[in-house]
């Protein structure tokens, strides 16, 4: 393998875009090269199409662009598809497998996001050497032009909305150690109503990176720190530190594969039921008999396997394609002991250019250990504007002193109807139709999952962002318990994921 990469005098990356002030001359010349890059690039459509099945030997392979930024294990592990003269019924390279390599080379190094950019030159030496035994054997040397990854990224912000304000830091350390580590922090703060005095806190270090090499196997080792003050039930703060270990397979989309997830996870937490200095906006300021129970400090322990498919089009409002993902957890080695697991299901469906159909399912059950109650921390919640509508967060399910105490089990089933806004076709801002199912309980009897579930129906508008959604909807429940706590008209939610 040859980095210096002989007779190769300039980059294959064309600058883009342009300065404001461009001449016409310049702009005269930029309509010429794009003439020219677009008969080049048809000319080698034909060429390839007309070599597709002529067999081909590697004669150098040069890597650009890389030069003291990775291992030489790592890069020749990623380069192994190329470096390999044979296909795998042990004949020669075709150019179209050949071709097939470079788009497999270049998926691995993205995969374990150690390069921004690649490009490839396949050039023919002026002097073809003669092979007896095949004369139609061409000769190729390999010219990969990489950019690495900036080693560091620094982002500080602040959020102010709905009466709260926060601020954060995000740190990236890429590329570590030249084989596509990486290492996160990640803060954030927040005060409530802008009294200086932290209602929220999250800390998290994350190291990752790809196992033995491999850039479809991950290890990544998590440790975390979160603070925040509940008020939909007894007021309380919570606390979380731990460390997490994981293993996952780190497949692409298109890929068309299941990704798998081992997890790891240790952790202390605690539920301080200190009386709040200000009144929450439900003031709920008496001290339930269960959290009273489980206040305090607790180790929890426990093994996590999951698995994911993502073929949706979109993360969020999606006209095709389907997710899915399925984890069970079992705690053993910690004071409270069950097993849980959980199922989410969606699937999009394009009902006309401008109408797509969206369903989405949601699970889970907990079942206790050895009689062991189930700890606050764990139990599940439901209602809220991004799970089912109409009702307050955390509105539904059980109840002691009308304050929500989570539960055991629950289903929640979301069927929604997206179409443009008139004259705004072309944006990520959608008309929103949709009708909410869900039930959340202590499973005591199978027979009463189907029994009593929460309904509700509305519209309103959504507004897809790479980062996140956003939803503001009119809502009206239609079926609800009598302790439920409901929210009927305007609510907004913003969220990466939702019903």
């Known amino acids: 393998m040859d980095r210096d990469g002989e007779g190769l005098a300039e980059s294959m ?17 930029e309509k010429r090269q794009q003439i020219l890059d677009e008969y080049n690039m048809k000319a080698l459509s034909q060429v390839v199409n007309e070599n597709e099945l002529r067999p081909v030997n590697i004669l150098r392979l040069n890597v650009l662009g890389g030069e003291g930024k990775f291992r030489d294990s790592f890069l020749k592990r990623q380069l192994e598809p190329i470096c390999s003269q044979l296909d795998d019924g042990g004949q020669t390279l075709t150019v179209s497998k050949l071709l097939k390599r470079i788009d497999l080379v270049n998926m691995n190094l993205v995969k374990t996001d150690a390069i921004s950019n690649m490009g490839c ?7 073809q050497p003669y092979n007896v035994f095949n004369p139609d054997l061409l000769n190729l040397v390999v010219n990969m032009q990489i950019v690495p990854v900036k080693k560091f990224f620094m982002k500080i912000g602040t959020n102010v909305g709905n009466g709260e304000g926060d601020g954060y830091v995000k740190l990236q350390w890429k590329n570590i150690f030249g084989g596509g580590e990486s290492l996160d922090l990640d803060t954030n703060i927040s005060s409530d109503e802008f009294r200086l005095k932290s209602s929220r806190s999250e800390y998290l270090i994350n190291y990752s990176c790809p196992l033995f090499n491999l ?39 298109m890929e068309n594969k299941l990704n798998h997830e081992l997890s790891f996870e240790n952790l202390v937490r605690s539920v301080d039921l200190r009386s709040s200095p200000n009144a929450s906006y439900r003031n709920n300021s008496l001290i339930t008999d269960y959290f009273l129970f489980n206040s305090g400090h607790s180790f929890k322990s426990s093994i996590t396997y999951s698995i994911v498919r993502d073929c949706r089009s979109s993360r969020y409002i999606f006209d095709s394609g389907y997710y899915m993902r399925m984890s069970n957890e079992l705690s053993l080695f910690s004071q409270n002991k069950f097993v849980k ?12 250019k401008d109408m797509v159909f969206n369903l989405n399912l949601k699970t889970g059950l ?20 991004n799970d089912v509508k109409g009702w307050q967060v955390s509105g539904m399910g059980p109840k002691q002193m009308n304050m929500s105490v989570g539960g055991n089990y629950f289903h929640a089933l979301g069927l929604n109807l997206f179409t443009s806004v008139p004259y705004f076709t072309d944006s990520n801002f959608k008309l929103h139709f949709f009708s909410n199912v869900g039930k959340l309980t202590n499973l005591a009897n199978a027979g009463n999952i189907l029994r009593n579930n929460g309904v509700s129906a509305g519209f309103g508008l959504s507004y897809s962002h790479p980062m996140a959604a956003f939803e503001l ?26 019903l």
């Open 215 to 253: 850039p479809d196997y991950k290890f990544s080792s998590v440790f975390y720190h979160s603070s925040r003050s509940i008020d939909y039930t007894s007021f309380h703060n919570q606390a979380i530190e731990g460390l997490t270990l994981k293993l996952s397979t780190n497949r692409l989309p």
């Open 121 to 127: 030159q396949l050039a023919v030496p002026e002097r």
């Open 13 to 29: 990356f064309s600058p883009g875009g342009s300065g404001p002030a461009q001449t016409e001359a310049q702009k005269e010349a």
């Open 366 to 385: 907990i079942h206790p250990l050895a009689n062991d109650l189930v700890h606050p921390m764990d139990k599940f919640q439901l209602g809220g504007a």
């Open 473 to 498: 909807n009119w809502v009206v429940p239609i079926s609800a318990n009598a302790n439920d706590g409901l929210r009927k008209g305007l609510q907004w939610g913003i969220g990466v994921s939702f």
């Open 341 to 352: 697991t959980c199922f989410d299901y969606s699937k999009a469906h394009r009902l006309s």
